[in-house]
């Protein structure tokens, strides 16, 4: 949990942000610490965790919150996180970026801001609208 505040910190977040993040992370800990106790958690472990969120949003949350602790802690994890590679929007991304950069003169934590949001509505995109003007 230190690796991961201290990255939530070196990232810029605001604390009722990491707050939220790492309460997430701590109930999945919770949650895979009794069904497969101190083993690395298991994508079925991680899918049933994400099954007990009722609501979109929070489920959104928690998804970014376990990107985040695979890139902290990946011997927790059964497979590697996925990586820019395996993520289709991550050329559109890199693109908006640039155009945050050069046009609108964006410092790179702003960017970072706004990419992130960018990135949540590309998810909830995909999820209500699968495979529209989309390489998913």
Known sequence: MDR?????FSLGYK????????????RLSQFAGARCGAMPI???????YLCTFT???PRIGAVSALGHARRVAPERFIGS????DDDPDAL?????????????????????GVLLGGRRFLDWFHHHH???????
């Open 55 to 57: 609501t979109d949003t």
């Open 15 to 26: 604390q009722a942000s990491a707050k939220v993040y790492l309460s997430r992370i701590a």
């Open 130 to 136: 699968p495979g529209k003007i989309s390489a998913r």
């Open 4 to 8: 991961l505040a201290e990255l939530f």
């Open 92 to 112: 559109l991304l890199a693109s908006f970026s640039d155009y945050l950069r050069r046009v609108c003169g964006l410092e790179p934590k702003t960017r970072e």
């Open 42 to 48: 298991s994508q079925d472990v991680i899918d049933s």
């Open 81 to 84: 996180a996925p990586g820019v």
